[in-house]
């Protein structure tokens, strides 16, 4: 009697918590400083298993940002475009890029791609093009949003959006940075706000007539 064939041994790890775990580590230590023995650790994960899993240590942080970044456009893109109010929306988007960028219990992370590649960025092709593609994601997040709003009138009907929305992505590029610096959420938030007050006193309807 022929005995079934085996379906091989279950999968010991759960992907999501693996590269959730692994971004951890990327996130602490930046790119080029975490190790594959650091994911190991991380992920609970042998190296053979983890690079037969993921692949090598750039494609485990494209996997685990890529999870990272499904997560979060949803929650960003509610509050950018769910929101009637432009300014309201942009507030509440930047309270949840600060608290984003400074989970106390993980002390100053900054963000998960700016804080972490950008460093190695001019010397790797492969990281230069992961970071470019993120910043264009963010640009076009807020022009697309700001287009709306002077479609609506809710801003001058003259506002150079694409320079607004250029600002606004230096806002979040500024916020990474100075989290990863350490500097508390609180500051951040006044920092976030005082910006956010600016800008629209130069974008309001009337402004530029």
Do not use: W
Not at 22 to 35: K, M, P, Q, V
């Amino acid at each position: 009697m022929t005995k079934p064939s085996s379906r091989g041994r279950p999968r010991q790890y759960d992907p999501e918590q693996a590269l959730d775990a692994a971004l951890g580590e990327f996130r602490r230590r930046g790119y080029s400083a975490t190790s594959l023995d650091h994911l190991s650790e991380a992920t609970k994960m042998a190296r053979p298993s983890l690079y037969a899993a993921f692949g090598n240590k750039f494609d485990i942080y494209h996997k685990a940002i890529g999870q990272y970044a499904d997560r979060s456009v949803a929650r960003r893109q509610q509050l950018l475009f769910a929101e009637p109010s432009l300014k309201k929306g942009i507030a509440e988007y930047f309270a949840l890029i600060v608290e984003t960028y400074t989970p106390d219990e993980d002390g100053p992370l900054g963000c998960a791609i700016l804080s972490v590649i950008s460093g190695e960025a001019a010397a790797d092709p492969a990281i230069r093009a992961e970071l470019a593609s993120a910043l264009e994601r963010t640009d076009t997040r807020f022009r697309d949003r700001l287009d709306i709003a002077r479609a609506g009138g809710e801003i001058a009907t003259d506002t150079d959006t694409r320079a607004v929305a250029d600002m606004l992505a230096a806002l979040q590029h500024s916020l990474a940075l100075r989290a990863r610096a350490g500097t508390g959420r609180a500051e951040l938030n006044r920092i976030a706000n005082a910006t956010i007050a600016l800008i629209f006193k130069t974008i309001a309807p009337g402004t530029k007539d």
